[in-house]
């Protein structure tokens, strides 16, 4: 069965040269951001993703896209990238720059996982708040 083992939103993330990932500044399911009005804007922001149950797979399928919860949202197209068949596990990571949210409130990340027998959708919601 095809799934996430885990999403994780946060500031930086790279591959180290033995394949494992290093992620700075995690984030919870609120994001905080300074005091002030208008939109908030982030400089750096990453989607981690490991996705599981891929073993036979040689081609799995990606996409993913940030919303507010209650404005639906067509999603871009899918990403393919190619896949170890022997491996269990494919590491995502999606580094996006100036993110801006209109206001504090809910925000939902959908994420998608398709191999050439399934796909999953998966939605990660998390609060931005100002402190």
Same mark, same amino acid.
């Given at each position: 069965?095809? !799934? &996430? $083992?885990?999403? +994780?939103?946060?500031?930086?993330?790279r591959v180290e040269p033995d394949g494992s990932?290093?992620?700075? @500044?995690?984030?919870?399911?609120?994001?905080?951001?300074?005091?002030?009005?208008?939109p908030i804007t982030v400089a750096a922001f990453?989607?981690?993703?490991?996705?599981?149950?891929?073993?036979?797979?040689?081609?799995? !399928? &990606? $996409?993913?896209? +940030?919303?507010?919860?209650?404005?639906?949202?067509?999603?871009?197209?899918?990403?393919?990238?190619? @896949?170890?068949?022997?491996?269990?596990?494919?590491?995502?990571?999606?580094?996006?720059?100036?993110?801006?949210?209109?206001?504090?409130?809910?925000?939902?990340?959908?994420?998608?996982?398709?191999?050439?027998?399934?796909?999953?959708?998966?939605?990660?919601?998390?609060?931005?708040?100002?402190?």
């Amino acid at each position: 069965m095809i !799934g &996430f $083992r885990a999403i +994780l939103l946060c500031d930086a993330a790279r591959v180290e040269p033995d394949g494992s990932l290093s992620l700075a @500044h995690v984030y919870n399911d609120r994001l905080f951001a300074p005091p002030g009005d208008g939109p908030i804007t982030v400089a750096a922001f990453v989607v981690a993703a490991i996705a599981r149950g891929l073993r036979g797979a040689e081609r799995v !399928g &990606f $996409r993913h896209h +940030l919303r507010a919860h209650d404005v639906p949202q067509e999603p871009p197209p899918f990403a393919y990238h190619d @896949h170890d068949p022997l491996s269990d596990e494919h590491n995502f990571l999606f580094e996006h720059e100036h993110v801006v949210f209109s206001s504090t409130g809910v925000y939902v990340l959908e994420l998608e996982l398709a191999t050439a027998d399934l796909a999953i959708t998966e939605l990660f919601a998390f609060t931005v708040e100002r402190r």
